[in-house]
């Protein structure tokens, strides 16, 4: 009987826990756990040039002197939740190379297939996905079922 229980506790705190509120009252949708850890390698990996907030680099839109964009913001602001998953995912893993870019597209986004693994790469866009209004997630996935 007291090994259910704790396995019952157990359980409920997990469930609590993926309702967790954070900042402004948002709850954080998600397994805490994966999103702790996209959290993680999002502000290892990926803040140098994305922004500690998502923010991306100034004029982000602005191709620089050598005809490279600045890295875009992963908040609402950006074009992030335009994208699919999967192409997310092929864009870090591999980079901006065909076919997720034009051949020859200049850019500094690295290729990170070998220092993240799969469930690294899909924990980040999990951790970037929670971070966007239920505004943003909705009219994403509007967009993305008229595909």
Not at 67 to 92: C, N, V, Y
Request: proline residues 9%.
């Amino acid at each position: 009987m007291t090994r259910r229980l704790s396995v019952v506790a157990a359980a409920s705190s997990v469930a609590l826990l993926s309702l967790t509120t954070f900042g402004c009252g948002e709850k954080q949708r998600g397994d805490p756990y994966a999103l702790m850890e996209g959290e993680s390698v999002y502000r290892a990996e990926c803040a140098s040039c994305h922004g500690a907030k998502r923010e991306g680099q100034p004029d982000w839109r602005t191709r620089r002197p050598d005809g490279k964009l600045p890295a875009p913001p992963h908040d609402e602001s950006g074009h992030t939740w335009h994208h699919p998953k999967e192409q997310l995912i092929s864009i870090i893993k591999f980079g901006m190379v065909p076919p997720n870019a034009p051949q020859g597209y200049p850019s500094d986004m690295p290729a990170f297939a070998g220092k993240l693994t799969d469930r690294q790469i899909e924990n980040v866009l999990a951790w970037i996905e929670s971070q966007w209004p239920a505004e943003v997630m909705t009219r994403r996935a509007e967009m993305l079922q008229r595909r």
